[in-house]
């Protein structure tokens, strides 16, 4: 086929419209293992970073500050040759949960603050030692400590790269003594996970878990990864009625469908929506659980119920806690009391996420219409398609025609 010069512009222009529509849009807003690979001299800093899937957590999170140290500053470090889940400790410690620009930091109110860091958002840290102390000093310095060494150790050197207000890259001089972050810490196996859940507001659930055979299987799937959703207490002390009415072994299953066999941190679980199986899932019963976002809330469905994760209780490989905002009801064991299906909308519209006032069965502390209507196993589709018809693209959609529309005039 011969094309003129303007056809050849026209094609030029399909082909570039579809690959916009295409290729993945970029879904995180920074990427710290990228930022740093420009400078050579924090490839150490980098490299543990990603060895102890901190990196992960920093491209999740925004309104950041990264303290990066240099190569040779890590070496003091390196030289303790400690596990690498105190090394992750350590290095957490150096991730502040707010935006410090150079600006800010030469800028703080009174002269001195306490920083929330990654550290304290584990879980793991003891009383304050997840806190870093920024002091102004004399003769335009900013000082660092951690807190529970109690001092300061290191100053500010440069601003690596600022993308305000998502993530601040700093160097400092070195990294912050800390005696908590360095202290020996046991490996997952050993981790007390109802004692985690117990002092982050799930101990109604923890104290249940304990009481039951399904605290071992949770015990024994930690090593080869696991993931719980724990219902909150408010949800899950409303729900103890319905509980105590349940079977031995429905009330095992139904604590075991909160477990789910694999580590899935808070990006896979956005990244990876569909069906998931879970503790209690066997051959013939399927008690599989359906991971959906909404944006960046991720939402967990079954057909009785949706509950979304309200935070992240503990992430560390291979054990991640979320804490839900209700109770997961499987089909297996709440579908005999349902109303009756209602048959699905023939067209749904974006209106569909309405309320329906023949919901049964919703553990009480329920946000207003939140939810969406699943109930029974043909709603569970109508959720979905209410869903999609919410991210409808219009402009997209409109491109697409376009382009196929030119392709068609070129051929
Ligand atoms: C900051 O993060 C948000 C949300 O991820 C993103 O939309 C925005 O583009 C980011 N800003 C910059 C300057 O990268
Ligand atoms: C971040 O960047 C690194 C290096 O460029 C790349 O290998 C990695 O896949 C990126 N991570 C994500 C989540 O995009
Ligand atoms: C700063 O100091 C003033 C006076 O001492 C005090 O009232 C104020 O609360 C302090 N602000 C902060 C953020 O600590
Ligand atoms: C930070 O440390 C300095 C020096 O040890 C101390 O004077 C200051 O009170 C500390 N700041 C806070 C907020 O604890
Ligand atoms: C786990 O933590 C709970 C609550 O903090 C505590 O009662 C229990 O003794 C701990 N179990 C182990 C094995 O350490
Ligand atoms: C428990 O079961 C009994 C008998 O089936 C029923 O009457 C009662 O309403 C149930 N209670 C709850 C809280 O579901």
Avoid at 62 to 83: P, R, Y
Wanted: aromatic share 6%; hydrophobic share 40%; proline share 8%.
């Amino acid at each position: 086929m011969q094309l003129t010069p303007a056809a050849t512009v026209a094609a030029a222009a399909v082909v570039f419209s579809l690959a916009l529509i295409l290729l993945p849009s970029p879904s995180e807003a920074h990427n710290i293992t990228k930022i740093l690979a420009e400078f050579p001299e924090f490839s150490t800093f980098n490299h543990f970073l990603t060895t102890t899937h901190l990196a992960n957590d920093i491209n999740n999170r925004e309104t950041i500050t990264v303290c990066a140290v240099d190569n040779a500053g890590m070496a003091d470090l390196l030289g303790k040759h400690l596990s690498i889940f105190a090394l992750k400790n350590v290095l957490s410690l150096h991730v502040l949960l707010d935006y410090f620009g150079a600006k800010k930091l030469h800028d703080i109110t009174n002269g001195t603050a306490l920083a929330a860091t990654m550290y304290q958002a584990t879980g793991s840290a003891p009383g304050s030692s997840g806190f870093v102390n920024i002091t102004d000093l004399k003769g335009g310095k900013v000082g660092f400590g951690a807190v529970d060494n109690g001092g300061i150790d290191a100053t500010f050197v440069k601003s690596v790269k600022e993308i305000p207000y998502n993530i601040s890259v700093i160097q400092i001089s070195k990294i912050l003594p800390s005696p908590d972050a360095e202290a020996p810490t046991p490996g997952p196996s050993q981790m007390n996970i109802t004692g985690i859940m117990s002092a982050h507001g799930c101990k109604v659930f923890a104290e249940t878990l304990l009481a039951s055979p399904a605290e071992q299987t949770f015990d024994s799937s930690v090593d080869g990864g696991l993931t719980i959703f724990c219902p909150g207490d408010a949800a899950m002390k409303s729900f103890l009625p319905k509980f105590k009415n349940l079977t031995a072994d429905g009330k095992q299953s139904l604590l075991e469908f909160h477990g789910v066999p694999i580590y899935e941190p808070e990006s896979s679980l956005k990244s990876n929506n569909g069906p998931i199986n879970t503790l209690a899932t066997d051959g013939a019963k399927k008690f599989g659980l359906v991971v959906q976002n909404d944006g960046q809330q991720v939402t967990l469905k079954t057909p009785v119920v949706t509950a979304r994760i309200t935070s992240t209780i503990f992430d560390e490989q291979p054990l991640a806690i979320f804490e839900l905002d209700k109770v997961l009801l499987p089909r297996e064991l709440f579908k005999g009391s349902l109303a009756p299906t209602p048959a699905p909308a023939p067209a749904p519209e974006p209106v569909a996420d309405a309320p329906e006032p023949s919901k049964k069965h919703k553990s009480p502390p329920a946000p207003p219409a939140a939810d969406s209507p699943a109930d029974g196993p043909a709603a569970d589709q109508t959720a979905a398609d209410s869903n999609g018809a919410v991210r409808f693209d219009g402009g997209r959609f409109a491109t697409v025609c376009f382009s196929l529309w030119l392709i068609i005039l070129l051929l």
